[in-house]
């Protein structure tokens, strides 16, 4: 048994954007295992977009991070000793154990995965958290009908990417929102989707609007900020839109929303959600994402920084774009 | 039979804020009632909000009233002639005639009423559309359950001064946002609403707050703006917001709303409904409001105008939030 555990903890609260130095790696002991606990080495860390919020000492959906505490986070690893009776050396696991090698755990909150169709990886993207998101948003507050048009920022990302296949296999016209040339040919040409806007080509609301000759009936929003806006402007009457995210103003400045009226305009409906809110549907979306991941119906691709100390890294390179599909930590 | 009708027709378009020459006073003859058609003599019109959004030519969800045509909006009268088998001379009505001394109708849209319990104007506002707007808004999207708190901006308006009764009936704790200390004090004193915030007093957020101590569950939002932006800093998780109009944009210039991302970090549901698209509830909910009327368990205030002409002038002061109660227009 390992004697030593690395992690990573939150040093300091960012003032506006995200800096290194608002983390700190450190190490301390692991203590023995006691009755009905298990060990286990985390193989992958998740990156996601949610941790931001978490920095932050602010009434917030999600609990802050404290001071000095390891900065959490979904992982898969692997169980590595055990004196737990469900639990045994060698299982593959996913649960909520942040950003270090090793966690002790009683089994609350772990799920034991398969890894033999599903990669690992997938339990925390396509096929765990992110995919559940995509497919609660897009099911329960956009349900979508055959032939309406449904737009998602982020498209490339975890949770984009998936909106819009599931949007495809629903019957409907699906046009992603991405930054940048690559993102948006990668949407179209291995997604799937029927059009990708690039928001930094510079005539965002022209292009949208190229992209939804007949509207937006649906939108699953990522990002917030102008592409919030773009869209409001596109939505065809009765419209749902789910707010799944909003980094543009994660950084601490809130972003407006130009044209609110276009709500009552429009009779638009506007939902936020936090998915882990809504824990009675994970088992029936969960199933279905496994499912479409191994008849490799969904498609996706992952971001993967190598090592422990680089998280701090990937987590910053996302707030800010630069990652291309889902982000990961290997550290195992 | 008379020969003439007088009626106010829309002569230009407003550039921003609304103005006395974009409307006309134009005499015209009453052609010869053919069978199947009865003439209504109107008593009263309403004066409403949402005629501001019919005098633009944009896409919005009321029809836009073409240049040269009548100011439609909702009226009471009385027949004075029919040739039509289901209505006779002496039957009171309400329907949509506009801003014209007669109408002709062939019975499509328009209901008989009883002035016997319920007076003539009751039926354009506490009564009818506003009072339904508000039974809507709040049963059907706010959804309260006894013990909540339940904002209403316009507090003292048509719709604004039902809602928070209904509220209060339904055993929640009712708040109001006015502007200025007579109508804060009548939304409490006569209404008897919890609490009435004078959103000109300066100190909006703050007021708020302090009125709302274990934050709002339910936001009627008919204003926009501030108010719209304040409230929001208040909701609380899983709060609903039901958009019912947006005055403070209805001049021309959109108004941003401040911090979209609450509807994320709130979970809040939002969502904007035009009551005419609802014609199912109405039934039901004219039957409610009218037993309340006349069982007096529903206070309301009227603010009368005499003589079509001064129609224009009652629409501008609604406008700018100088009429109190509901706005009428008595021409008969």
């Known amino acids: 048994m390992p004697q030593m555990n690395r992690r990573i903890v939150l040093a300091s609260r960012p003032q506006g954007q995200v800096s290194l130095d608002n983390f700190r790696l450190e190490e301390a002991p692991l203590a023995e295992l006691r009755d009905g606990r298990f060990l286990v080495r985390n193989i992958y860390l998740s990156v996601d977009p949610y941790m931001r919020g978490r920095m932050n000492d602010a009434k917030s959906y999600a609990t802050p991070v404290a001071l000095g505490d390891v900065m959490g986070g979904g992982t898969v690893g692997e169980v590595v000793e055990s004196k737990h009776d469900g639990f045994a050396v060698g299982d593959k696991v996913t649960g909520m154990f942040g950003w270090q090698d090793y966690a002790v755990s009683d089994g609350a909150g772990v799920r034991k995965i398969d890894d033999t169709r599903v990669p690992l990886t997938a339990y925390l993207g396509v096929a765990g958290m992110p995919g559940v998101t995509a497919w609660y948003g897009l099911n329960k507050i956009i349900a979508p009908r055959a032939g309406q048009t449904i737009v998602v920022s982020a498209a ?51 292009d949208l609007k190229a992209a939804t000759p007949d509207g937006v009936d649906g939108y699953f929003e990522n990002v917030g900020g102008e592409v919030f806006d773009a869209t409001l402007s596109r939505m065809n009457p009765f419209g749902r839109i789910a707010v799944c995210g909003m980094i543009a103003g994660y950084d601490g400045q809130p972003v407006p929303l130009k044209q609110p009226s276009i709500i009552l305009t429009m009779r638009l409906l506007v939902q936020g959600f936090i998915i882990t809110e809504h824990l009675d549907v994970w088992p029936e ?18 971001s993967i920084v190598e090592g422990l100390d680089h998280a701090p890294d990937a987590l910053i390179g996302l707030l800010r774009g630069k990652n291309f599909g889902k982000q990961f930590v290997k550290i195992a």
């Open 285 to 302: 979306a969960l199933r279905t994402l496994a499912s479409l991941v191994a008849q490799q119906k969904l498609r996706y691709r992952e």
């Open 156 to 206: 490339s990302g975890a949770v984009g990417s998936v909106v819009g296949q599931l949007a495809k296999l629903a019957g409907c016209r699906a046009v992603g929102v991405a930054g940048g040339a690559e993102k948006c040919r990668y949407v179209v040409e291995e997604l799937g989707f029927d059009a990708c806007v690039d928001y930094k080509a510079g005539k965002l609301y022209e």
